[in-house]
């Protein structure tokens, strides 16, 4: 069965960091291009990050550059995102999906940045 | 940066009906890369249609999307109880891969 599964999220004051990590299973992750997409509470999808499976490029929304990393661990079959100088506006449900076809998306883990 | 504005913001109608969906790119959407997601309380977002036309795995058929460069359509031919939802288009090939602010279907 493939299954992607966050973990990671919580609580963080802001100015701090926070590593969110992604579990695939069922497929290898190397062979997919990845993206995170949040979600702030109450509003709509924001996508913020992408890996290319092959090419290992990557790609950042405006709002997230600079602060955040997407990599993966290819013998943990992992993909990641470390998030640092977070902001109370980086508060959201964070989801690791595949780039499109397949669809394969987690369920998401919530990062509430507040003091 | 293209930019996706999707009408209406709510659309109420009634189990059986059908809805028409719109999302309008600010700029043309190269080779179509155009995507629809529907979201219902509490889930992760789902695939329904990729490359402005193409159902995902496992979607209905009253799911139909088309148009070309800047103006898409989602049309649900006959709505059923569980299509009462949150949709959004995407945009995609060309980085940033951009999200539409979402059209809510409720329930008239």
């Known amino acids: 069965e493939v299954q992607l599964v966050e973990s990671g999220g919580g609580l963080v004051q802001p100015g701090g960091s926070l590593r969110l990590s992604c579990a695939a299973s069922?497929?290898?992750?190397?062979?997919?291009?990845m993206n995170w997409v949040r979600q702030a509470p109450g509003k709509g999808l924001e996508w913020i990050s992408y890996?290319?499976?092959?090419?290992?490029?990557?790609y950042y929304a405006d709002s997230v550059r600079g602060r955040f990393t997407i990599s993966r661990d290819k013998a943990k079959n992992s993909l990641f995102l470390q998030m640092n100088s977070l902001r109370d506006e980086d508060t959201a449900v964070y989801y690791c999906?595949?780039?499109?076809?397949?669809?394969?998306w987690g369920q998401g883990t919530l990062v509430t940045v507040s003091s | 940066e293209i930019v996706l504005t999707q009408s209406p913001g709510t659309l109420s109608l009634s189990p059986g009906e059908r809805a028409t969906l719109s999302c309008r790119a600010s700029?043309?959407?190269?080779?179509?890369?155009l995507a629809w997601y529907q979201q219902r309380p509490g889930q992760a977002p789902r695939l329904l249609i990729h490359?402005?036309?193409r159902r995902a795995t496992g979607v209905p058929d009253r799911f139909s999307g088309s148009g070309s460069g800047t103006d898409f359509t989602l049309t649900i031919s006959r709505l059923e109880p569980e299509d009462f939802a949150v949709y959004y288009c995407?945009?995609?090939?060309?980085?940033?891969?951009?999200f539409g602010p979402g059209t809510k279907v409720d329930i008239k």
């Open positions: 069922g497929f290898n992750i190397n062979d997919f291009n």
């Open positions: 490359t402005t036309s």
């Open positions: 890996l290319g499976g092959t090419s290992g490029g990557t």
């Open positions: 999906a595949t780039y499109i076809i397949p669809a394969y």
């Open positions: 700029q043309s959407v190269s080779s179509s890369y």
């Open positions: 995407q945009k995609y090939g060309t980085p940033p891969f951009t």
